[in-house]
């Protein structure tokens, strides 16, 4: 049986997290930069525009328990802002307005 597009959607995204994270399922303080560089050009060129400096910020406030790492639930709460960024945009909201 073939996965169905929620799975294999939420499979990418597990698989995308063990690509970046460490033997502990956590990516270190300077990884979270470099997954976003590397696989949300369009929403980092977004946020450039409007003159707000994302990834300076956005791993002090995914870090929810401030043990310098951001773990899978972290994780997924990032990538949870970001696609509710792009499901907003295609109710015609534009790009980066939700304040995440």
Request: one cysteine or more; aromatic letters at 4%; a negative charge.
């Amino acid at each position: 049986m073939s996965s169905t597009e929620a799975e294999k959607t939420t499979i990418g995204t597990s698989d995308l997290s063990h690509k970046y994270s460490g033997p502990e399922d956590t990516i270190e303080k300077g990884d979270p930069p470099k997954l976003l560089k590397e696989n949300s050009r369009n929403f980092l060129s977004a946020r450039t525009k409007m003159g707000t400096d994302y990834l300076s910020t956005v791993f002090e406030k995914k870090d929810k328990n401030k043990d310098k790492k951001v773990d899978s639930s972290e994780l997924l709460s990032l990538l949870g802002d970001i696609a509710t960024d792009y499901h907003n945009q295609g109710h015609g909201a534009p790009p980066c307005s939700g304040g995440n």
